[in-house]
């Protein structure tokens, strides 16, 4: 009897409509969502307890020394071609050729478009996806008892279907738009890093210029200290022959020509090194460094420093900006870590045509017409600390973000105080040595002006003179230093990047509580 009932109920429902069907089953899924969904979320596995344990640092937060605040006046930030300020159109066709060119840049920019391709494929998941498939088969039925499917057994038929399938997650925990966000970051985060790839490059290379330059400068004195050590060694062994000197001073005399002369070839070789460190730098090859002249550079004797140094730092300097990004990231994670502690909710439906018997194309008929549709629901019950443990993760990550925020800006600030106080230092050593230089010179005409009235021999005018060369040695070093600081001063500034729009706000940076 109960058989005869549910077939007379299935006859019945055999005849209500494909749009009574679905009307019923909306009207069903209704009544049945709000009971569902707090059943559903009164299950769910809690989050309680797990937070950063790390707040982001205030941008005044980080102040200047007061060795660099006396010296702080209202200059001009770096400009993006920074290095010209040394008038040496050699160095500023090599920069060129550097940021062009580099493979170190070059990576970078494969980083980039990397993220954008990544960036494309997250955002794909914010829309509903189509999907269409078919099948034709011909297939024999089996006969068999257990495989058979009953009057088709024996016999040959068409197995055919045609469906087009929707698939649709509502976000309404917004994981999805937060992923999205997190690869938006990603590409700023590479296009700042590609902006330090190219400081990395002008730094290694204009460090390699100007040492380039000092060995040039070096060569010509350590020429001429060799020429004088070999004057007297000749005068020593002519007064020796005399009566008039020792053979000891004859000996002191040759160590000091073969040190001069250790020094000219070690020269030559700095030399040969830089270019080919330039030549490397640029992605050549050792032979191009045949054709780098000297250079020429100009030494500015002045210090001076934009004003609001801490507030504007953060739109100039790449690592930071790039930390920024990292932090935002890593804030973003944890909010997408807490979406799994909720009900998942997808949505799907499906309509096309199935039929197992007929023609080749009489599925595509009317009574063949098949469709479903629903949401799929998932709750996290139980995961054995699954869940808890990637939030844990999460937030780790961001205190190692946050840390690492902190360092770069504690970096930056001690980079900009240290060259700053180390040009000054070095400009007012110039102006020193200048004054010894000059001083000297005049030592070495007034020997030579007592020789040539007889009044000494001619050792005191070769030591004068070897006095003056030394004097030249060491006001070529602290200008290359000095050089080498308004070139660290300027990268420490951020070498004329301006990413102020490209970087994160404060309030996104910042962990908040979720409600």
Request: glycine residues 4%.
């Given at each position: 009897?109960?058989?005869?009932?549910?077939?007379?109920?299935?006859?019945?429902?055999?005849?209500?409509?494909?749009?009574?069907?679905?009307?019923?089953?909306?009207?069903?899924?209704?009544?049945?969502?709000?009971?569902?969904?707090?059943?559903?979320?009164?299950?769910?596995?809690?989050?309680?307890?797990?937070?950063?344990?790390?707040?982001?640092?205030?941008d005044s937060s980080y102040q200047l020394s007061e060795h660099v605040q006396d010296i702080q006046e209202d200059a001009a930030w770096p400009t993006d071609q920074w290095w010209q300020c040394f008038q040496d159109e050699q160095l500023n066709q090599l920069m060129q050729l550097a940021v062009s060119?580099?493979?170190?840049?070059?990576?970078?920019?494969?980083?980039?478009?990397?993220?954008?391709?990544?960036?494309?494929?997250?955002?794909?998941?914010?829309?509903?996806?189509?999907?269409?498939?078919?099948?034709?088969?011909?297939?024999?039925?089996?006969?068999?008892?257990?495989?058979?499917?009953?009057?088709?057994?024996?016999?040959?038929?068409?197995?055919?279907?045609?469906?087009?399938?929707?698939?649709?997650?509502?976000?309404?925990?917004?994981?999805?738009?937060?992923?999205?966000?997190?690869?938006?970051?990603?590409?700023?985060?590479?296009?700042?890093?590609?902006?330090?790839?190219?400081?990395?490059i002008e730094s290694a290379l204009i460090s390699a210029y100007i040492q380039l330059s000092l060995n040039n400068a070096e060569l010509e004195l350590a020429k001429q200290a060799v020429n004088s050590y070999q004057e007297k060694l000749d005068v020593i062994k002519t007064q020796l022959t005399m009566g008039l000197n020792t053979e000891v001073a004859v000996y002191q005399a040759e160590t000091q020509l073969a040190d001069a002369e250790a020094k000219f070839e070690a020269v030559k070789d700095h030399i040969v090194t830089a270019r080919h460190t330039i030549a490397a730098l640029l992605g050549k090859d050792p032979a191009f460094a045949d054709s780098i002249n000297t250079p020429h550079l100009q030494l500015i004797d002045e210090v001076s420093l934009p004003s609001h140094i801490p507030a504007e730092l953060l739109g100039h300097r790449p690592d930071v900006v790039a930390s920024r990004w990292l932090v935002f990231s890593a804030n973003k994670h944890i909010d997408i870590a807490h979406t799994a502690f909720y009900p998942n909710i997808n949505l799907s439906a499906a309509i096309g045509f199935m039929a197992v018997n007929g023609g080749m194309f009489s599925v595509f008929s009317h009574d063949k017409l098949t469709y479903e549709a629903g949401p799929a629901i998932s709750l996290p019950i139980f995961d054995a600390g699954r869940i808890r443990g990637q939030l844990s993760a999460a937030t780790a990550n961001y205190d190692m973000a946050v840390a690492l925020y902190r360092k770069t800006l504690s970096d930056a600030m001690q980079q900009i105080s240290d060259s700053a106080v180390s040009l000054k230092s070095a400009i007012s050593q110039s102006t020193t040595l200048a004054s010894a230089i000059k001083a000297s010179h005049q030592a070495y005409i007034h020997a030579n002006d007592a020789y040539n009235v007889g009044l000494t021999d001619y050792l005191p005018v070769l030591d004068a003179r070897l006095a003056w060369l030394q004097q030249q040695f060491f006001s070529q070093q602290i200008n290359a230093q000095a050089l080498q600081y308004r070139a660290d001063l300027i990268i420490a500034l951020g070498g004329g990047l301006t990413v102020a729009n490209d970087s994160p706000q404060q309030a996104a940076l910042q962990y908040q509580v979720p409600r």
């Open positions: 009897m109960l058989f005869i009932d549910r077939l007379n109920a299935n006859k019945i429902a055999c005849h209500l409509t494909y749009k009574d069907c679905f009307e019923q089953t909306v009207k069903t899924l209704l009544l049945l969502f709000p009971y569902l969904a707090l059943l559903l979320l009164s299950a769910c596995i809690s989050s309680e307890g797990i937070v950063p344990q790390s707040d982001v640092p205030a060119q580099s493979p170190s840049v070059q990576e970078a920019q494969s980083r980039i478009r990397l993220a954008t391709s990544l960036a494309a494929q997250t955002d794909a998941a914010l829309s509903p996806t189509i999907d269409a498939e078919g099948q034709i088969n011909r297939k024999r039925w089996p006969t068999d008892y257990f495989y058979g499917p009953g009057e088709l057994g024996g016999t040959s038929s068409w197995n055919n279907t045609g469906l087009l399938s929707l698939h649709y997650d509502p976000d309404i925990w917004h994981k999805n738009a937060m992923q999205s966000e997190v690869a938006l970051s990603e590409i700023k985060k590479q296009t700042a890093k590609s902006q330090i790839a190219k400081l990395n």
